[in-house]
């Protein structure tokens, strides 16, 4: 199975500056058929189902601020938040599709 | 506009069977792979298995703490996709969501399952 490992477990960031979470595939998440990555991001606030943000690791989902960003292939990937916002108080996962899912562990992240 | 809809969580028993329903609407259901997650209270996601659109052949996977005791089916006629669950746990107490994985991925707002004695 396909292992994902998020780094770091919590994230405590100023109003306004700048979030990167990490998210390491045990495989290449990379497909050359459609010459995608099937790893996706979401945010989850207490009470509420996951949102998907981004898909295709580096597509935003419909309505999503652009200061969330996804980047990285293969295996290794990032979500940013380019300046953090009060609202975006939340633990995110990373989500591999490309074999049978696993999720990342999630990652924590606080108003500092 | 995209809508999963689940239904049937329930208080029951160690040992005991429950079945849990989908129901999906604004998307092209019968060609997505739709999966089933869970969440135990305070702790993260976990795939808990999958099927695969019927023209894939609707293959199934399951994660392996629910293999042999959980089933996923689908019926494309009415859009629903389905969970079976038998010989319940206590470690099976979680929010289920059903999750299409399209192109953005869509959850539902999950249903509560309490496995307690």
């Known amino acids: 199975d396909i292992v994902l490992t998020q780094s770091p477990d919590s994230l405590s960031v100023s109003v306004g500056d700048r979030a990167t979470i990490n998210c390491k595939s045990s495989q290449s998440l990379f497909s050359s058929s459609n010459s995608k990555n099937f790893l996706a991001w979401y945010q989850q606030k207490p009470g509420q189902p996951p949102k998907t943000l981004i898909y295709w690791a580096s597509t935003r989902a419909s309505g999503v601020p652009d200061r969330f960003s996804g980047s990285g292939s293969g295996t290794d990937f990032t979500l940013t938040i380019s300046s953090l916002q009060a609202e975006d108080v939340a633990v995110y996962y990373c989500?591999?599709?490309?074999?049978?899912?696993?999720f990342g562990q999630g990652t924590k992240v606080e108003i500092k | 506009e995209v809508q999963l809809v689940e239904s049937g969580g329930d208080l029951v028993k160690p040992g005991g069977s429950l079945g849990l329903a989908c129901a999906a609407s604004?998307?092209?259901?019968?060609?997505?792979?739709m999966s089933w997650v869970r969440q135990a209270p305070g702790k993260g996601l976990e795939w808990v298995g999958r099927?695969?659109?019927?023209?894939?052949?609707?293959?199934?996977d399951y994660a392996a703490p629910v293999k042999g005791r959980f089933s996923i089916s689908r019926d494309d006629s009415k859009n629903i996709l389905y969970l079976q669950m038998n010989s319940l746990r206590i470690e099976d107490t979680a929010v289920y969501y059903c999750?299409?994985?399209?192109?953005?991925?869509?959850w539902g707002q999950g249903t509560l399952v309490g496995v307690s004695s």
């Open positions: 099927i695969a659109p019927t023209t894939d052949g609707g293959t199934t």
């Open positions: 604004g998307f092209g259901f019968s060609n997505a792979y």
């Open positions: 989500h591999q599709f490309f074999t049978t899912d696993t």
């Open positions: 999750i299409a994985t399209t192109a953005p991925p869509h």
